[in-house]
């Protein structure tokens, strides 16, 4: 057998200097971290914890205690695409700091948001994260390879406006002056507001299905009633219903899911707050079996 052989010295593919003791990141896969924020035109929430903990290692033992801290990088490749996202105010970062003790081998810094409602430009924030050793020491540093962490929230325009004891709504009903528009049936439309709540004759057929209620004027609304198969055993039954509303831009914006089971055939939608639209716009509109085949005999608005 041949003897020669190639050597290759892994810690320089890795970036370790083999003559330094290098601090970094511990981390599998990919040195990212994704988070979601919803933001409800008033206030940002974090879909989990503003809390993030760091593993950090150090490649053997040192002989003293570490101080470390993190801080931002600004001009950092991020191993994800993320063109429109707006880099993270430093001014809003919470940098952790802590101590590597002698004779150890890992420890966790932390990182947090200062305040999460400044996260609310779409379609959201990144950062880019690295170790400062406070007590430098010579033949000691920061791994070039794993010393860069980064997070990536995505932030969702998401309103929880709608109501779920689904009782009756108090106030004026009309359904005078709205003009229905769908993708299916629109020859069957006009069926939702001929004052006729128990015949039915539109109705949907798959998850693509969307009703569309459009005013003549901006109104103010408490709620929507709608009638539907009031059978218990009906398998056309309404259960659940995304309600998007227009107020004036051209944007449809979520409300939030109206989800009540049967209804015996009437659904109250109560806003929690009440709007002012020019439009509705119901989407992902279920039945009871969790089918998108749903009777609806007449929608009925009230102010």
């Known amino acids: 057998?041949?003897?020669?052989?190639?050597?290759?010295?892994?810690?320089?593919?890795?970036?370790?200097?083999?003559?330094?003791?290098?601090?970094?990141?511990s981390y599998y896969s990919t040195p990212l971290m994704s988070v979601k924020a919803n933001y409800d035109l008033e206030h940002v929430t974090l879909v989990g914890d503003n809390d993030f903990s760091f593993n950090v290692k150090i490649t053997k033992p040192f002989k003293e205690d570490l101080k470390l801290r993190l801080t931002t990088i600004s001009n950092a490749q991020f191993p994800v695409a993320v063109e429109g996202y707006t880099k993270v105010a430093d001014d809003n970062c919470i940098l952790g700091t802590a101590v590597l003790k002698a004779g150890e081998l890992e420890t966790t810094i932390k990182f947090s948001f200062k305040d999460i409602d400044k996260l609310n430009e779409l379609p959201g924030y990144v950062l880019a994260l690295t170790l400062v050793i406070e007590n430098q020491q010579e033949h000691l540093g920061v791994s070039k390879s794993r010393g860069t962490f980064f997070i990536k929230v995505d932030t969702a325009i998401q309103i929880e406006n709608i109501e779920a004891s689904n009782e009756p709504i108090e106030g004026e009903l009309f359904n005078d002056i709205v003009t229905f528009e769908s993708d299916i049936r629109p020859d069957k439309l006009s069926t939702l507001n001929d004052g006729d709540r128990k015949k039915n004759s539109w109705y949907t057929s798959n998850a693509q299905n969307y009703l569309t209620m459009k005013f003549s004027n901006s109104v103010?609304?408490?709620?929507?009633?709608?009638?539907?198969?009031?059978?218990?055993?009906?398998?056309?039954?309404?259960?659940?219903?995304?309600?998007?509303?227009d107020k004036g831009n051209g944007q449809w914006l979520s409300n939030g899911v109206y989800e009540q089971g049967h209804v015996k055939g009437v659904a109250y939608i109560k806003f929690k707050t009440p709007i002012d639209c020019v439009g509705i716009r119901f989407e992902d509109i279920m039945s009871i079996t969790n089918r998108f085949t749903v009777d609806v005999n007449e929608v009925t608005f009230i102010k």
């Open 1 to 25: 057998m041949d003897s020669q052989y190639i050597e290759e010295d892994v810690r320089e593919e890795l970036g370790i200097n083999p003559f330094m003791d290098l601090v970094y990141f």
């Open 220 to 245: 103010t609304l408490k709620g929507i009633m709608v009638d539907t198969n009031p059978s218990v055993t009906s398998n056309y039954a309404l259960k659940s219903v995304k309600v998007m509303v």
